[in-house]
Structure formats: structure tokens, C-alpha cells
């Protein structure tokens, strides 16, 4: 393929999945012993002009507390103090983010992850790199940390990967109207209807974005748009259920707002 184009299927990917550069691992967390605490509010990189225009919806109004290898400490979530949660939906929410942080570590190592039927979808440049079980995601068996569909690793400029978060990829029998209630405001679930990869049974790429009229170029095929969620365990300042930073990381049901939208209200 010529080089131009490989150039402009990987600017597309990239602005459909995040902004590219964009790390969601928290930047100048302790690396001493004990537990450290970062902003969960604070965008790391922003201009004072884009906070002045993020619309929150269900950042957190607290740090969340860390331990010292910058995951997040389970012994110590505190997902209170966001406007419309319920006690029983804030105990939902912290009781799954518990669990995640307990049991994803288990996929530190990509090797691991290749090893158990992972499958990177090529998305590395953008700084975000998911690795997906495709045959997990249809299979009845959701929200569950110890069988995730994906799983996201930070990766720096070296190539070094950094697991930093699971993305659930709910059955097709969800949509919008229908989804289960993790945690309320607390989560963002949103879908990607727009993009396009290589048409492959095992392993398949993200390589582009639909057209006008939500087709994929042949050979490329569209991604069906299962609703999905991120659990982070290490700090997004966007919150622990957030999208990719709220930068281009997909769509959310019409009429509401990404939590942390850096996009002046847009929910795309």
C-alpha cells in the first residue's frame, strides 16, 4: 500500500478512536512507597480557554488515592459527590471498579495477553492501544473483569505498554435503551458506528472511518456498534468510567454530554 495512504487510514483511526499523543496515564504520581493521590479533575495539557469550556458529567469532585505504582488503591475508592448517583448505583460503581483493579493486573504483560487469545487492533500511534478477545464480545458474559472483551494499554513513545484500563464490549442485545445500570452518571457507555477494519475472522484492524453515509471503503468492513465502557485503574481526569479523555472516543446516546467533554458540548 502506498505510504500517502497508510499516512491517511492511520490520521482517520486516530481521530476516530482519540486524540493522537493524548495519554490517559496520570502524569507525576509518586513513584516513592505509600499511597499518593492525583487530581481526578485536573486535565493534564489543557489551555485554561478548553477547561473553561468542559461540561462535566460525572467527573469526580475528590482525588482518588493511588498506590505507589500509580494504579489506583481499591482499599480506598470513594466514588461519592456527584450530583443524581444513588447510594446503591455509587456501590455498584465502586464495587466493580474494585474488582477491576484487583484482577486486570493479571494482563500487565501484552505477552500475556497475546498468549490468552488478545488480539492488538493497531491503534498503538494514537497512545492508546486496544487489545480485543472478538470472541468474548457476543458470548453472554459482560462486566465481568475476570473475562474482559478489551483491554487498554498506554503506550509511550519507546513502545513501552502500560496496562491502564478494561473496555467492556456489552452483547448486541444492549443499545441505549436498554442498558444495565453499573453506576448511573457514573459511567459512559458509548459506541464507535463509525469505524472500519480489515475483514478478518481472528485478528481484525482498525484502518479507517465510514463515509457520509456510514459505509466502509471494500475491503473494509464496519465495526458493529456494541455499546461498551472503559474501567480505569489508573487516574483518567476525566474519571475512573470514562471515554478516551472525551477526545473523539466514540458516540453517546443523543441529547447527553461525554463526562469531561473537551469538545464544547459535542457528543461526537
Known sequence: MPRVRMLAIAAAACVALTACGTSNTAKGA?????????????ADGMT???????????????ALALKADG??????????GVPGVTAAEQKRAEALLRETIEVLPHWNDVATAAKEGFHSIGDGLTGDEHWIRWDWIDDNTYLNPHKPEALVYHVDPSGTHTLEAVMFLLPKKFTFDNLPDVGGKLVQFHIHDNLCFTNSKTAPQVAGITSDNGA???????????????????????????ALNGLGAGQVKPG????????HGDSL
Not at 509518586?30 to 485536573?42: E, K, Q
Not at 485554561?48 to 475528590?62: Q, R, S
Not at 447527553?256 to 469538545?263: E, G, L, R, S, W
Open 216 to 242: 466502509c471503503p471494500a475491503p473494509l468492513v464496519a465495526f458493529h456498534p456494541n455499546v461498551m465502557m472503559h474501567v480505569w485503574i489508573r487516574p483518567n481526569p476525566c474519571g475512573p468510567f470514562a
Open 48 to 62: 485554561a480557554e478548553e477547561m473553561a469550556h468542559m461540561k462535566p458529567a460525572a467527573v469526580l469532585p475528590h
Open 256 to 263: 447527553q454530554t461525554k463526562a469531561c467533554d473537551q469538545m
Open 30 to 42: 509518586s513513584g516513592t512507597a505509600g499511597t499518593t493521590t492525583t487530581p481526578s479533575t485536573a
Open 71 to 80: 494504579t489506583i488503591d481499591a482499599a480506598k475508592v470513594d466514588l461519592g
